[in-house]
């Protein structure tokens, strides 16, 4: 998790592909990890790669019990890619799954925005 750690310093940094680079190398050492997919789709989809954001969030889902980390990168691909419907689904569920998270405040507006 090094590497993960050292890729989260460049992130805060706005570093999106240095921090890829090390999230691959975890990747590819570990390719069922559920939550260096999800910093890895973070990282995509702050680079604007919302199809890549959106694979590697879909592929950890079923890979991690509290879920709602992928599910906001989802819904935030899939509003980006004009799918408003599977965003809004991925955003309903990303509250539902941690009803306490503090986080879900915006996530709710976000839920709202969406007709």
């Known amino acids: 998790m090094e ?4 890729a989260a310093r460049l992130m805060l940094n706005n ?4 921090a890829l680079s090390l999230l691959e190398e975890s990747y590819d050492a570990k390719p069922v990890d559920p939550w260096t997919m999800t910093i890895m ?3 995509y989809f702050a680079m604007g ?4 954001a959106i694979q590697l ?3 950890a889902l079923p890979l991690i019990e509290e879920p709602s980390g992928p599910l906001f990168i989802l ?3 899939y509003c980006s890619v004009g799918r408003y419907a599977d965003g809004k689904k991925a955003y309903q569920k990303a ?3 941690n009803p306490v998270d503090p986080n879900n405040v915006h996530i709710k507006k976000l839920i ?4």
Request: proline share 4%; hydrophobic share 25%; net charge positive.
């Open 75 to 77: 819904g935030n691909a």
């Open 49 to 52: 790669d919302y199809t890549s």
């Open 95 to 97: 509250v539902a799954s």
């Open 15 to 18: 570093q999106w592909k240095k």
């Open 57 to 59: 969030c879909e592929k």
């Open 3 to 6: 590497k993960n750690d050292q």
């Open 41 to 43: 789709g973070t990282c």
């Open 112 to 115: 709202a925005a969406i007709p």
